[in-house]
């Protein structure tokens, strides 16, 4: 029996690869199929079936693309319904990989056709669970993001209540929980940084599995939860109609451009300019009027939240060597119309005296040595973090919503801008000078160096007493 999680850490998602004498089952794979299927060249197994525990709402599933490659059947859960070939089981309907079994559980809550599949072993023992967003580790999944349904998310956090003590807690303790997700992503409200564990002790840990009446679960799952970005609905959609072919998104989207081609590109109202590099090289330099989304942060999901149209046309700045990354990590949540990159990188753009933007960016002791009771100040971390710890007598300004306060404050005042640690208040200050903002200062470092250096700070708590 092999059983692999392939986590991919930007979107805190797991995919998983299971064979066992020559056959192979993927549950909910990523956008990408090449490194599924190198890993069926090399243990030479045939892939049966393609998995989906549900239509994934923060990413843009591989199943169509590895079915086509493949030959392998799509199978979703009870109640889904696609626009292409696929096969919806019933409940505990069952699967054969060699010797091994895959079950339908069908737990409906987080989604209608949200699934778990648990895994028999060759003597037809329970041995572990995928419970995509039905059951994280710590958590379960948010009940608020079923596409097109006239049900409440109270309605379907009942069910996710009856789904869980109906189906998964029976199971012996010793089966191993393997979600979809893991902290970091928004697809529930507090998941462990670890990426499986067994059942038995998430009965004893997870909030979600105590002897807690299904009205107090209810009110516990449906308060405090965030809007979802507003890419969701669309890479749901996406999931259950499909999409573009991978490989012509990467041949589109992975064009050197020259100097005069990005030139023509960018003077065009409907082309977005993106730069992809670390904060630290934007902040001393970038394209006048892109946006800072960088690749070592959660580039995918911040792509989604900030660019509102999913057919965005891109051009993009990237470090030599990962611009064909940079189309594929686009692909994840669906920004399918890259037109190519700077052939180059911003070495050409500087090398041939184009005008350049920069951004000041100071140390948080210089932030420390310059801040009065006056100083204009932009937090831009979301509500939990703001609440939990933060600078007194300022409001939170996140960037998640940024669009709601953009234009509340004067453009020609000086603010200070700072995140956690320094990766989206560079996002924020592209945002801000795009929308006409003349005097803002990064806070290099975030509030992990604020705190550092000694600055006051107070939690939500303290300062409404």
Known sequence: MQIKQLYTNCLAQGAYYIAHNGEAAIIDPLRETQPYLNLLKQNNDKLLYIFETHFHADFVSGHVDLSEATGAEIIFGPNAETTYKSKIATDNQEFKIGELTLKVLHTPGHTLESTTYLLLDENKKPHCIFTGDTLFIGDVGRPDLAIKSTLTQEDLAGMLYDSLRNKLMPLPDDVIVYPAHGAGSACGKNMSKETFDTLGNQKQKNYALQNISKADFVKELTTGISPPPQYFAKNANLNKTGYKNFDSVIEQGAKA??????????????????????????????????????????????????????????????????????????????????????????????????PISTITSIAAEEFKSELTPTTKILDVRKPGEYEAQHIPDIQNNPLDFIEDWINNFDKNEKYYVHCAGGYRSVIAATILMQQGYKNLIDVAGGFAAIQKVGIETTSFACSNK
Do not use: H
């Open 257 to 354: 451009l020259s100097l005069a081609e990005f030139k023509s590109y960018k003077s065009q109202n409907d082309v977005l300019v993106l730069d992809v590099r670390n904060q630290k090289e934007v902040v001393n330099g970038f394209v006048p009027n892109a946006l800072f989304i960088g690749l070592d942060g959660q580039f995918a999901p911040w792509v989604g939240t900030i660019i509102k149209d999913i057919n965005q046309k891109i051009i993009f700045v990237a470090p030599i060597g990962r611009e064909e990354e940079t189309v594929m990590r686009l692909s994840r949540v669906g920004y399918d119309n890259c037109l190519g990159y700077l052939d180059g990188g911003f070495e050409t753009w500087k090398n041939n005296s184009e």
